[in-house]
């Protein structure tokens, strides 16, 4: 394994997993709602009343967030290694495992898991496992 010092940006992720903990920690305390972000898109799928409008505001605000970023500062460069159908199938997967798991990353990983919830635990300890397992798989075994 290669680290490519270049790009490593311990401030910048430490900034990043602080805001991340603070809005987290804001929305349960506000909202009384754990940050899930499938379970707030998904919860636009099938509105109640008076319950679309902040989903929405909060979808937007994900999807606004890099043009703002992209105002004062220059965006950093992408790179996808991988096709749109390998894109589409990832992204399938990762929806119907968020479905089966009752929750994403950021529900289980991040609220979850500070939350002391075994519940989160477990699923934190299996999503994390089936990813380095599909890495291994792709790298290794495919290459």
Do not use: E
Not at 10 to 26: D, E, F, V
Not at 98 to 126: F, K
Request: net charge positive; glycine share 16%.
């Amino acid at each position: 394994m290669n680290i490519d010092w270049g790009h490593f940006t311990p401030w910048a992720s430490l900034a990043g997993g602080i805001i991340l903990g603070l809005a987290s920690a804001m929305f349960i305390l506000l909202n009384g709602r754990v940050l899930g972000i499938s379970g707030i898109l998904g919860g636009l799928f099938r509105p109640k009343s008076g319950d679309t409008s902040w989903r929405v505001a909060f979808i937007a605000g994900l999807l606004l967030a890099p043009v703002a970023w992209g105002l004062f500062a220059q965006m950093p460069q992408m790179r996808v290694d991988a096709g749109w159908s390998t894109l589409v199938i990832a992204g399938l997967l990762v929806g119907w495992g968020t479905r089966y798991g009752a929750g994403c990353t950021s529900g289980h990983g991040v609220c979850g898991l500070s939350r002391l919830s075994p519940r989160s635990l477990a699923a934190t300890l299996a999503f994390m496992a089936a990813g380095f397992a599909m890495v291994f798989v792709v790298r290794h075994l495919f290459a």
